[in-house]
Structure formats: structure tokens, C-alpha cells
T-cell receptor, first 115, second 113 residues
Framework: NAGVMQNPRHLVRRRGQEARLRCSPM?????VYWYRQLPEEGLKFMVY????????ESGMPKERFSAEFPKEGPSILRIQQVVRGDSAAYFC?????????????FGEGSRLTVL | GDSVTQMEGPVTLSEEAFLTINCTYT??????LFWYVQYPGEGLQLLLK?????DKGSNKGFEATYRKETTSFHLEKGSVQVSDSAVYFC????????????FGIGTKLQVIP
């Protein structure tokens, strides 16, 4: 049973470009969370999605950031017109359907560097 | 809303020293509690968990007890090793709403030989 898969592991973009980060949850998991981690800082919640629904996007900046989790395919975190402050590690986590109060399963992260 | 407070690091210990990382929480109801560990350059891994009061989670020599009366879930290990150097995150998962997961800020542990 493959774990949570994130790609790319490393991404370099110039200011103003777009970054797309992908996350495939564990098999059977229908809930996806995205977190951002700045260097030497903790995890900051960004968004929580179920298939075709955004449940909580309270941690995601209103501008330039968007997330989706389509019926088919991976969840995608999209950052438009990147700025240097977007440089961070972005982690995706998944969990089984609602009603389970167990742990989240994390991917290895996607490290974005904005030049 | 829910919150998790854990001691700030970094914590530096000599090998074989005793480790305690404090964690307290605020939540309604009876959340599940977790400790995650993040090694350099990697994602978070579950270290241990407890789902109800007085439960003790344990793994790899680490343990933590769910204390409802003090709303705490302190992480302990009797004898740390260099390989335990990592960042440790305390977290809770609420039982209401959509079972939101809330993380503490993380505590960096460095173990020196």
C-alpha cells in the first residue's frame, strides 16, 4: 500500500511564475490536508479538502493560492505569480473518510524555491 | 477553538539523558492526541498516539500519557540517542465538526554524543 505521494519533491520557480504541487493520497483515503512549513518554523495549516469539495480553506491566502481535489486524479495546490516569500516546504497529508479520529499520513513534501 | 501549546526549542541533550517535551492542549470534548516526528529533510511520521483519557501511547522508547485533568500529553524518553535528533510535533484531532487536526509549533531536539 503506497503512502502519500507528492511531486515534485523540489521545484524552482522565478518570481511571477506559477507553481503546481501534486498530492496523491493513500489508497482508500478521501481527505487531503495541505500544510506549509517555512524554514525553522512549524507547520501552518492551509486547506482541507474532500473529493470535489473544499471543507476548510481558512489557512490559505486569499490571493494567488488555490487548491482542488478532483473526482479523479491527485489534489493540486496552485500558487500563481510566486514571490520569494512563497519559498517553503509544502506538505500534504491524507486520512480516511470522516468518522475516523486516527492520525494523518504525510507525504515527503514539495520544496519550493523562488528565485 | 482548539489549540496545542508545546515547549519551544531547541532542546539540547547529551546522549543517554532523560527527555521531556511538554505539551498542553485546549479542546472541547475528548480529542485524540498525537506526537509526530520529523527528521531533517523528511515529512512527518506518527510517533505515538492516545485516543482517550489515561491512555498511554508508546513507541521506540518514547511514551506519553493522555491526562484529561491537566489537559496534557507530555512526551518522555528515558535515554535519548543521537538518532533521536529531530523536530517533535504535538497534535490533537477533535471529535466534533470535521475532526480538524491542530499542531503545536514543534520542538527541535538535538542530541550530542
Amino acid at each position: 500500500n503506497a503512502g502519500v505521494m507528492q511531486n515534485p519533491r523540489h521545484l524552482v520557480r522565478r518570481r511571477g511564475q506559477e507553481a503546481r504541487l501534486r498530492c496523491s493520497p493513500m489508497k482508500g483515503h478521501s481527505h487531503v490536508y495541505w500544510y506549509r512549513q517555512l524554514p525553522e518554523e512549524g507547520l501552518k495549516f492551509m486547506v482541507y479538502l474532500q473529493k470535489e469539495n473544499i471543507i476548510d480553506e481558512s489557512g490559505m491566502p486569499k490571493e494567488r493560492f488555490s487548491a482542488e481535489f478532483p473526482k479523479e486524479g491527485p489534489s493540486i495546490l496552485r500558487i500563481q505569480q510566486v514571490v520569494r516569500g512563497d519559498s517553503a516546504a509544502y506538505f500534504c497529508a491524507s486520512s480516511p473518510p470522516a468518522g475516523d479520529v486516527g492520525e494523518l499520513f504525510f507525504g515527503e513534501g514539495s520544496r519550493l524555491t523562488v528565485l | 477553538g482548539d489549540s496545542v501549546t508545546q515547549m519551544e526549542g531547541p532542546v539540547t541533550l547529551s546522549e543517554e539523558a532523560f527527555l521531556t517535551i511538554n505539551c498542553t492542549y485546549t479542546a472541547t470534548g475528548y480529542p485524540s492526541l498525537f506526537w509526530y516526528v520529523q527528521y531533517p529533510g523528511e515529512g512527518l511520521q506518527l510517533l505515538l498516539k492516545a485516543t482517550k483519557a489515561d491512555d498511554k501511547g508508546s513507541n521506540k522508547g518514547f511514551e506519553a500519557t493522555y491526562r484529561k485533568e491537566t489537559t496534557s500529553f507530555h512526551l518522555e524518553k528515558g535515554s535519548v540517542q543521537v538518532s533521536d535528533s529531530a523536530v517533535y510535533f504535538c497534535a490533537l484531532r477533535s471529535t466534533g465538526g470535521y475532526q480538524k487536526v491542530t499542531f503545536g509549533i514543534g520542538t527541535k531536539l538535538q542530541v550530542i554524543p
